[in-house]
């Protein structure tokens, strides 16, 4: 044995496994999973990110809703459709990534849920520990008509269900749009969303941000600021006065999923961009994800089957 074919074996180890490929078991990473913790993200630096540094990319998903395609009963098709999607992150290396809700199709109250939670972590456990995942959460995650009860049972798993983060100079709002939805079963837990939401848009710093983002399940609307009520929207009665604080804050993007397809409308400057699901279709539009190129003056987004992501994201 030559020298080279003795140290090869210890150059692959090194560079062979930066992080577990998609198709080997992983551990849950708990800790990934409690990020969202005093209304803000822990894995971004609140000082360092509020600054503008060079243009990025990030990655949204929505609707994985581990469960979907058999009624509860198996998990298989939604865990390959993740792994499609984890090895298009590792390889593109996005500065975070965002899940837009519907993360089980079980609701906490199901028997199914805790399986499909674990399943859920798992797989996205699989993403480069240095690329941070973001959790969003859904009606599924909590209920058509969320409660106290139930909220904490999302918290207990996935951390806080509304938050702000800065990156790079970006302020992110994630929004519990399952309380703008139907705030009945907790209607002191939307007023404190509101309190909440309006202190951050009024502060100073914020208003220098180079882009406001919202992030939330349900889409505010799919095409028309003013569409009626419907299963897919927010009604107008929340809708309405909701939509008139975000533009008064020059929200610059709003993204929701969902839908299960793709939608997008303008209200104002502020586009309304819901993002197909990764997880089981309702539409034409195949399973996916979003790349949203992020330049000090402007955004572009688009959707992509996981069979057509790209093989780079170029930043200009
Ligand atoms: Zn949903």
Same mark, same amino acid.
């Given at each position: =044995?030559?020298?080279?074919? #003795?140290?090869?074996?210890?150059?692959?180890?090194?560079?062979?496994?930066? &992080?577990?490929?998609?198709?080997?078991?992983?551990? !849950?990473?708990?800790?990934?999973?409690?990020?969202?913790?005093?209304?803000?993200?822990?894995? &971004?630096?609140?000082?360092?990110?509020?600054?503008?540094?060079?243009?990025?990319? &990030? =990655?949204?998903?929505?609707?994985?809703?581990?469960?979907?395609?058999? @009624?509860?009963?198996?998990? *298989? #098709?939604?865990?390959?459709?993740?792994?499609?999607?984890? %090895?298009? $992150?590792?390889?593109?290396?996005?500065?975070?990534? !965002?899940?837009? /809700?519907?993360?089980?199709?079980?609701?906490? *109250?199901?028997?199914?849920?805790?399986?499909?939670?674990?399943?859920?972590?798992?797989?996205?456990? #699989?993403?480069?520990?240095?690329?941070?995942?973001?959790?969003?959460?859904?009606?599924? *995650?909590? /209920?058509?008509?969320?409660?106290?009860?139930?909220?904490?049972?999302?918290?207990?798993?996935?951390?806080?269900?509304? &938050?702000?983060?800065?990156?790079? @100079?970006?302020?992110?709002?994630?929004?519990?749009?399952?309380?703008?939805?139907?705030?009945? @079963?907790?209607?002191?837990?939307?007023?404190?969303?509101?309190?909440?939401?309006?202190?951050?848009?009024?502060?100073?710093?914020?208003?220098?941000? #180079?882009?406001?983002?919202?992030?939330?399940?349900?889409?505010?609307?799919?095409?028309?600021?003013? %569409?009626?009520?419907?299963?897919?929207?927010?009604?107008?009665?929340?809708?309405?006065?909701?939509?008139?604080?975000?533009?008064?804050?020059?929200?610059?993007? $709003?993204?929701? @999923?969902?839908?299960?397809?793709?939608?997008?409308?303008?209200?104002?400057? =502020?586009? =309304? !961009?819901?993002?197909?699901?990764?997880?089981?279709?309702?539409?034409? *539009?195949?399973?996916?994800?979003? !790349?949203?190129?992020?330049?000090?003056?402007?955004?572009?987004?688009?959707?992509?089957?996981?069979?057509?992501?790209?093989?780079?994201?170029?930043?200009?």
């Amino acid at each position: =044995m030559n020298q080279s074919t #003795k140290i090869f074996p210890i150059i692959f180890c090194l560079l062979g496994t930066p &992080f577990l490929s998609a198709d080997e078991p992983a551990e !849950i990473d708990t800790n990934r999973f409690q990020q969202a913790s005093e209304r803000t993200f822990k894995a &971004f630096d609140p000082q360092t990110e509020q600054t503008w540094d060079k243009p990025f990319f &990030f =990655m949204q998903l929505a609707d994985p809703q581990y469960g979907m395609f058999t @009624g509860n009963k198996g998990l *298989d #098709k939604e865990k390959v459709l993740v792994d499609q999607a984890v %090895e298009h $992150i590792n390889r593109l290396q996005p500065r975070f990534v !965002i899940v837009c /809700g519907d993360l089980t199709n079980a609701t906490p *109250d199901q028997a199914r849920y805790e399986a499909q939670v674990s399943q859920y972590q798992q797989d996205f456990s #699989k993403i480069d520990p240095e690329i941070p995942l973001v959790c969003v959460c859904g009606n599924h *995650d909590i /209920g058509n008509r969320p409660t106290a009860e139930s909220i904490a049972r999302y918290n207990q798993h996935f951390g806080d269900d509304y &938050f702000s983060f800065w990156v790079g @100079g970006v302020f992110n709002v994630v929004l519990n749009s399952s309380l703008l939805k139907d705030p009945s @079963g907790a209607p002191e837990r939307l007023q404190q969303q509101q309190s909440w939401l309006g202190q951050q848009l009024q502060h100073p710093r914020v208003k220098e941000a #180079k882009h406001i983002f919202v992030f939330l399940h349900h889409p505010l609307f799919l095409e028309q600021e003013d %569409e009626p009520d419907q299963y897919f929207n927010i009604p107008l009665v929340r809708r309405t006065p909701l939509l008139a604080q975000l533009k008064a804050a020059n929200v610059r993007a $709003i993204f929701a @999923g969902h839908y299960h397809r793709n939608a997008y409308g303008q209200a104002g400057e =502020m586009e =309304m !961009i819901t993002t197909g699901p990764v997880g089981r279709p309702l539409g034409k *539009d195949p399973s996916g994800l979003r !790349i949203v190129r992020v330049q000090e003056t402007q955004i572009q987004h688009a959707y992509h089957s996981l069979e057509t992501v790209p093989d780079a994201v170029a930043i200009p």
